[in-house]
Nanobody, 118 residues
């Protein structure tokens, strides 16, 4: 089992920045890829950024150039640096990890709320 705990959410004005953190514990060696998802009220959950065990990254078009995903394996922590935030970035943000060989994310955190005011 892997446990994921997010932190760093909050209220910020449009144009501002936040950095989310996700602390991982447990059988971390079972996982490789990690990602940040978000879900806004009335909308489906979407993947916004992902990083492989080797460090390759992927971003949704909506956040490309504004968000940066990174991982510190020595600290077992995943980050999401969010710059130039927009009101449409308002959502619950979830950290997720994927067991090696799996095609879906199978470990999830509880989420951290990000609210961007206009």
């Amino acid at each position: 089992q892997v446990q994921l705990v997010e932190s760093g959410g909050g209220l910020v004005q449009a144009g501002g920045s936040l950095r989310l953190s996700c602390a991982a514990s447990g059988n971390i060696f079972e996982t490789n890829a990690m990602g940040w998802h978000r879900q806004a009220p009335g909308k489906e959950r979407e993947l916004v950024a992902a990083i492989s065990g080797g460090g390759s990254t992927w971003y949704a078009d909506s956040v490309q150039g504004r968000f940066t995903i990174s991982r510190d394996d020595a600290k077992n922590t995943l980050y999401l640096q969010m710059n130039e935030l927009k009101p449409e970035d308002t959502a619950m943000y979830y950290c997720a990890a994927r067991t090696k060989g799996y095609r879906v994310y199978d470990y999830w955190g509880q989420g951290t709320q990000v609210t961007v005011s206009s």
